[in-house]
């Protein structure tokens, strides 16, 4: 028998969600693509959805953490900036802590 700890870790300010996997995810694909409705796209989500997530996290950051232009005849973009390239390695260091720590703590149920 393989017993298995479920768990999901978000960060929050003052009671709305900075990040979470799915903000994160989301955030990566807009460096990817360099564009919401492409990011949005790729993560399966409506862009009103994608742009409700990004003002969501850009209101909770210190800083800005997208840069937005918008579109017209040559087409908008989004980008990153350097402060949303650091919060997204500080969540992803924190969230494989967190899953080894939980991996270890259940080798004592395991164990038992």
């Not at 960060?11 to 969600?17: A, G």
Request: aromatic fraction near 8%; glycine fraction near 8%; include cysteine.
């Amino acid at each position: 028998m393989s017993y298995k700890i479920k768990s999901r870790i978000w960060i929050e300010f003052e009671n709305h969600v900075l990040l979470g996997e799915g903000r994160v995810h989301l955030l990566k694909a807009i460096d990817q693509t360099g564009s919401l409705s492409k990011a949005a796209k790729q993560e399966k989500i409506s862009y009103k959805k994608a742009w409700d997530l990004i003002d969501s996290v850009n209101k909770s950051a210190k800083k800005p953490v997208t840069i937005n232009s918008i579109g017209g005849k040559g087409g908008g973009g989004a980008q990153l900036t350097e402060y949303g390239k650091s919060l997204i390695k500080a969540f992803d260091t924190i969230n494989k802590n967190c899953w080894d720590f939980l991996d270890k703590e259940l080798t004592k149920i395991e164990s038992l």
